[in-house]
């Protein structure tokens, strides 16, 4: 749990989780689907991001955010520039 870095609770960290792994893997317009993908990318803007074993991680170094945040948002738009 991150709450000590970010003062989200459990619950709230879990929605962040929820919303990130279905931007990347799901975005497929269902229920709910703005809020998610909404909520996914406020995340990103924080830093957040799910590491490969499906936990919720942050990043604390200014420039690996700024490539994270380039690379997920051309893996949420489809853009590749």
């Known amino acids: 749990m991150l ?3 970010t003062n989200f ?3 709230e960290e879990q929605e962040i989780q929820l919303a990130l792994y279905y931007a990347v893997n799901l975005a ?3 229920a709910g689907h ?3 993908m909404l909520l996914a990318k406020m995340a990103l803007l924080l830093g ?3 590491a490969p074993n499906g936990k919720l991680e942050r990043l604390d170094d200014a420039d690996a955010l700024a ?3 380039k690379d997920d948002d051309n893996a949420l738009t ?3 520039g």
Do not use: C, I, P
């Open 3 to 5: 709450g000590h870095l």
């Open 9 to 11: 609770n459990r619950r």
């Open 28 to 30: 497929h317009g269902t």
């Open 34 to 36: 703005n809020r998610l």
């Open 48 to 50: 957040f991001y799910l």
């Open 67 to 69: 490539k994270a945040l």
């Open 78 to 80: 489809g853009d590749e």
